[in-house]
Each structure stands twice: as structure tokens, then as C-alpha cells.
């Protein structure tokens, strides 16, 4: 009686503590990393282009088994396209036209196109198509035949191309609580990466474009506020945002991306990037949709670059890279290193050099310009995880595999254990004794605020009956 009494005290003090844990997380919101005064050149970031480590990106878009039951996407069949001018440059935004599937494009201002034939609605079993490739100045006309192994096709143009002299510059801007850092960031670096950008181009022609979104049943689902010349006119949009509402996990991403892909972008030699800063994913039935927004972007010739913020999880890294990489743009994300904000979740990929954000936006936009990559000088990388050249992660492949196999190994045997665990706890018996004693060791070093603790006192109470019920037996 008194080992029950000393037990039912015990579990007690643990809910009272559980109780008070789980109320001070709810109403106390974490501020230790909130500084509402950013500074300029505060957040920092890092990026990784997926088309450029394809082989990666390939396999963990296939291992994403849980979000693939959502929205399956095939990226294992990608074929690159490169077309270049009489002195063997890459052909800035030449119009491509594909026959099947009847696929219009162009190429980015490197000359270089991603050719998805699932994705672009190849049957299967197609190899063979004519690519029609066309400047103002002269049209190409060849037949491509290729193999699921045979993924590249070249070609080039007997005229000399010319680099972009317009941008389009937009933000797609999720104006939910959570995204409060990102907004005043935006608002306060863009005019002095506009003024870095504009440096090596002096006659720029750059118009700015601007779309909030939040969800259903805030003050408002999108703002759009189309493209402007004014970068004080942008700028003063901006100033006049705020971060509200969102009181579930999902947004209106796919809303945004609409309205974004029927604005009024310039046709031509013209740089267009837009900007997806964002922290969570569409709703799960508007996956879907999110992603039909990108053959809009590939025929415009519109690189998507999502920014992911504070909190991101599985769906909604999914969804921004796959809306990069089939755009020819690159996935982008805070990091920790600043400081600021919640928690940033930083994606599984083999290489990356953490900038500040402003450094980095800079040189995706000179990257689009320039129709080369550019990369960050030594002073500006504050940490590189992995090793890269020219954007290209450089791995020990065989290393890489057997770490794989011994990480799926793992898994196999975890699988078996827990099979194992089950079994032994049917039979029951004075092992009892040694499960509760395990069950509070794991609980012990897993415990965290809150739930950890009402999980610890229930595992008190089963392992008080274990005792008990051993006692007895005796």
C-alpha cells in the first residue's frame, strides 16, 4: 500500500509539472531569438540547385514516400538542354518549342533549359521529337532523339546572343504571424541589392512586383499589387505590410502563384525571377494546383527561387524545391547562424555555404543577368557544409552508397527490434520488471516540455502496476 501511495504522488507531481510546462508553451511564445530592429545584412541563408546535383535531388524527391502519396512527381527523367551562339556561348532566352508534347519555352539567360518529360506530359515510351529553336534573328529546326540513359541535347545558332538588359523582379510573400523577420528584412535590404545589382548594369530596366497571401478567413486570402517601375513605390508597399492571421498550418500558396504567373511579365531577352518567401506549404488538396503553376513559369520563362523560413517541414520544403527545380531556379533557406527568428530546419542535401541573405539574393539576380553563376567570395561564406565547385556538390559516390546501405540497415534493424520488443512484452512474466525499468530510461532521455512529461508520469503508473503485479506474483 505504501509503494502505491508513494507512486500515485509521484505521477501527481509529474502531471502538476506537465500541467504547468504545457500551459507556459502555449501562452509564452519562445523570444530569446526575436529581434524585432533587424539591422541590414542580419538574416542569413544558404541555397542548393537541384538541377545541378540532380542524381541527390532525384533520390531524396523518391524517398519522400509520405508526401509522394500527395503529389507523385517524377524528376528521374529530366533532360538538359543547352543551346548556344556562333562563338559557343549559352543563348540567352531562346524560344524552344517541343513536338510532342507541343511544350513551349526558352532558355534561361545561360542558354540552358530542363526538359521533364514526365512532368511536361511525354507518353513513356516517346523518344523521338522535333526542337525548334528561334531568335529575332533565326529559327532552328532538328530532330532530337534520345534514350531514358541519353540525357543531353545541344544545339546552337548562327547568330551572336546578347544578354538580358530588363528584370523582372517579383515577391511572392506568405503574410502570415510567423513571417514577421522576413517581411522587415525584405522591406529594408531590397534598395541596396537593387543598388548592388545595378552597379555592373547601368542600364537596367528593372519593374518590381509584389503579392501578399495569406489564407481563407484572414483579413485577406491575396494581395496583388502587380508590377510597379518605382522602387520607392515598391518599397512603400512593403512598408505597409504586416504579419497577421494564419491560424492553421497551411496558406494559400497555390492562390498566390496564380495570381503571380498573370501578371503582367515582359516578353523577350528578359530576366524574370520570382522570389517565394515562405514558411508553410498549400493546403494538402491544393498541392496539386501549386504545382500545375509551374508550366505557366516554364512557358514565360520565369525562375522560381523559394525561400523557405522558420519552421519548415517536409511539404513545404517538397513543394518549394520541386517549383525550383522545374523552373530552373534554385531552393533557398534561412539558417540558424544569424540568430534571428524561430528555428530554421535546413534541408537534407550534400553541400551548401551559408551568406547573408542579402549577399545571397544579389548574386542569384547578377546569376540571371550575367548568364553565369556567380559564387561567393571567400569573405562573404560565414560556413560551408560538404565540399562544391561551381555549385556542383563534390561527394565520395562510393562512400556515399555504403553510408546509404548502412543507414537502410539501421532502419531494417530498428524494424526488427521493435517486432522483437512486441513480442517479449506478450510474454509477459518477471521480465516486467527489466521493461519498466528500460521505459523510464527512454523516457528520462527523450523528455521534453510538456507532452514529455504527461508521457513520463503514464509510463510511472504502467510500471508501478509492473512492480506491483511482480510482487504479487511472488
Not at 70 to 95: C, E, M, T
Not at 313 to 342: C, M, N, P, Q
Amino acid at each position: 500500500m505504501h509503494c502505491i501511495l508513494f507512486l500515485f504522488a509521484l505521477s501527481c507531481t509529474f502531471l502538476h509539472c506537465a500541467s504547468q510546462s504545457s500551459q507556459e508553451a502555449h501562452e509564452t511564445p519562445d523570444t530569446s531569438r526575436v529581434q524585432p530592429d533587424l539591422e541590414l545584412s542580419e538574416l542569413t541563408a544558404a541555397d542548393i540547385d537541384d538541377n545541378l546535383n540532380h542524381k541527390f535531388y532525384n533520390k531524396w524527391v523518391r524517398n519522400q514516400q509520405d508526401v509522394q502519396k500527395l503529389l507523385p512527381i517524377n524528376v528521374g527523367d529530366r533532360v538538359s538542354v543547352q543551346i548556344k551562339d556562333k562563338d559557343k556561348i549559352g543563348f540567352s532566352h531562346a524560344k524552344l518549342e517541343f513536338k510532342p508534347p507541343g511544350l513551349v519555352s526558352q532558355t534561361g539567360s545561360d542558354g540552358r533549359f530542363y526538359f521533364f518529360p514526365w512532368f511536361d506530359g511525354v507518353k513513356e515510351e516517346a523518344t523521338n521529337f522535333t526542337l525548334t529553336v528561334s531568335s529575332p534573328l533565326t529559327v532552328e529546326t532538328r530532330e532530337v532523339n534520345f534514350t531514358r540513359e541519353d540525357k543531353e541535347v545541344a544545339a546552337q545558332l548562327p547568330v551572336r546572343s546578347v544578354l538580358p538588359t530588363m528584370l523582372d523582379l517579383m515577391f511572392v510573400i506568405d503574410a502570415t504571424g510567423s513571417m514577421g523577420d522576413e517581411i522587415a528584412y525584405i522591406t529594408k535590404e531590397l534598395r541596396d541589392i537593387v543598388i548592388q545589382v545595378s552597379k555592373g548594369h547601368k542600364d537596367l530596366n528593372i519593374q518590381y512586383g509584389l503579392i501578399m497571401y495569406r489564407d481563407h478567413g484572414d483579413d485577406f486570402v491575396v494581395n496583388d499589387m502587380g508590377f510597379v517601375s518605382s522602387l520607392s513605390t515598391m518599397q512603400a508597399q512593403l512598408d505597409a505590410q504586416d504579419a497577421e492571421g494564419g491560424g492553421d498550418f497551411e496558406e494559400a500558396m497555390d492562390e498566390a502563384l496564380q495570381a503571380a504567373m498573370k501578371a503582367r511579365w515582359r516578353a523577350g531577352n528578359v530576366a524574370r525571377i520570382l522570389f517565394l518567401v515562405a514558411d508553410a506549404p498549400p493546403h494538402d488538396n491544393k498541392l496539386p494546383v501549386t504545382l500545375n503553376t509551374v508550366h505557366e513559369a516554364r512557358k514565360k520563362g520565369i525562375h522560381i527561387y523559394g525561400l523557405a523560413g522558420s519552421g519548415v517541414e517536409k511539404r513545404a520544403e517538397y513543394i518549394l524545391r520541386a517549383l525550383a527545380a522545374l523552373s530552373v531556379g534554385r531552393h533557398l533557406w534561412l539558417t540558424d547562424d544569424s540568430g534571428i527568428g524561430g528555428s530554421h530546419a535546413e534541408p537534407k542535401v550534400e553541400c551548401y555555404r551559408v551568406t547573408h541573405l542579402n549577399n545571397l539574393l544579389t548574386r542569384i539576380i547578377q546569376s540571371e543577368l550575367l548568364g553565369r553563376r556567380i559564387e561567393a567570395p571567400k569573405e562573404q561564406i560565414i560556413r560551408e557544409v560538404g565540399k562544391q565547385e561551381a555549385g556542383v556538390c563534390i561527394v565520395d559516390l562510393q562512400g556515399k552508397e555504403d553510408e546509404d546501405k548502412k543507414e537502410d540497415d539501421e532502419k531494417d534493424k530498428e524494424k526488427e527490434g521493435a517486432i522483437d520488443g512486441k513480442e517479449e512484452t506478450k510474454e509477459g512474466g518477471t521480465g516486467g520488471h527489466r521493461e519498466a525499468h528500460d521505459v523510464l530510461l527512454h523516457e528520462r532521455s527523450t523528455l521534453n516540455a510538456g507532452g514529455g512529461a504527461w508521457q513520463l508520469s503514464a509510463n510511472l503508473l504502467a510500471m508501478g502496476c509492473v512492480v506491483l503485479l511482480g510482487l504479487f506474483s511472488h
